[in-house]
T-cell receptor, first 114, second 113 residues
Framework: AQSVTQLGSHVSVSEGALVLLRCNYS??????LFWYVQYPNQGLQLLLK??????LVKGINGFEAEFKKSETSFHLTKPSAHMRDAAEYFC????????????FGTGTKLQVIP | DTAVSQTPKYLVTQMGNDKSIKCEQN?????MYWYKQDSKKFLKIMFS???????INETVPNRFSPKSPDKAHLNLHINSLELGDSAVYFC????????????FGPGTRLLVL
């Protein structure tokens, strides 16, 4: 069984401030971890993913996330928020090997204040 | 070129009707998915097909019937629509199940009146 918990359904930051979106996971097998972004009225698109290589993963649009096994966390960060970052962000987990389904978190809506 | 496309984009219908949503991907992927996103943005997998074979079938009412005529297409037919079926339905595809990046379509917004 696997699950993800995203802490905070809404996060507000000022433009230029640090973005930190929290994700904790639970998995009985070594996990693959993902962050997806959903802009209004669009489908999800991948920001970054962890697949057991480097623990610090860099993604698109200046985002990065760090896999911390001891804390079962995969938090998403960006040093400086931009207005275009306003969107819904989803953390997701899947197991490795075989036909594994991806389980998504409940999402965090990021608001960027000018 | 659109990677994953869905039709229709919007669907408004009455309770009790039957409707279908179509999905096509031109990425050459072997795996396709249907997800349901409710009004609170919660995203839940419904079905997954790998090479036209059903591999994931979550607890979904049997009014929902997926069909994959070939690797590039995955359709969703819904019988006897209910108010609770109102949601956004996303199709997605990936090269292999689970560990690979999923590519999502733009969604079909279904409203049941």
């Amino acid at each position: 069984a696997q699950s993800v918990t995203q802490l905070g359904s809404h996060v507000s930051v000022s433009e230029g401030a640090l973005v930190l979106l929290r994700c904790n996971y639970s998995s009985s097998v070594p996990p693959y971890l993902f962050w997806y972004v959903q802009y209004p009225n669009q489908g999800l698109q991948l920001l970054l993913k962890y697949t057991s290589a480097a623990t610090l993963v860099k993604g698109i649009n200046g985002f990065e996330a760090e896999f911390k096994k001891s804390e079962t966390s995969f938090h998403l960060t960006k040093p400086s928020a931009h207005m275009r970052d306003a969107a819904e962000y989803f953390c997701a987990v899947s197991g490795s090997g075989g036909y594994q389904k991806v389980t998504f978190g409940t999402g965090t809506k990021l608001q960027v204040i000018p | 070129d659109t990677a994953v496309s869905q039709t229709p984009k919007y669907l408004v219908t009455q309770m009790g009707n039957d409707k279908s949503i179509k999905c096509e991907q031109n990425l050459g992927h072997d795996t396709m998915y249907w997800y349901k996103q409710d009004s609170k943005k919660f995203l839940k997998i419904m079905f997954s097909y790998n090479n036209k074979e059903l591999i994931i079938n979550e607890t979904v009412p049997n009014r929902f019937s997926p069909k994959s005529p070939d690797k590039a297409h995955l359709n969703l037919h819904i019988n006897s629509l209910e108010l609770g079926d109102s949601a956004v339905y996303f199709c997605a595809s990936s090269q292999v199940p689970g560990e690979e990046t999923q590519y999502f379509g733009p969604g079909t917004r279904l409203l049941v009146l």
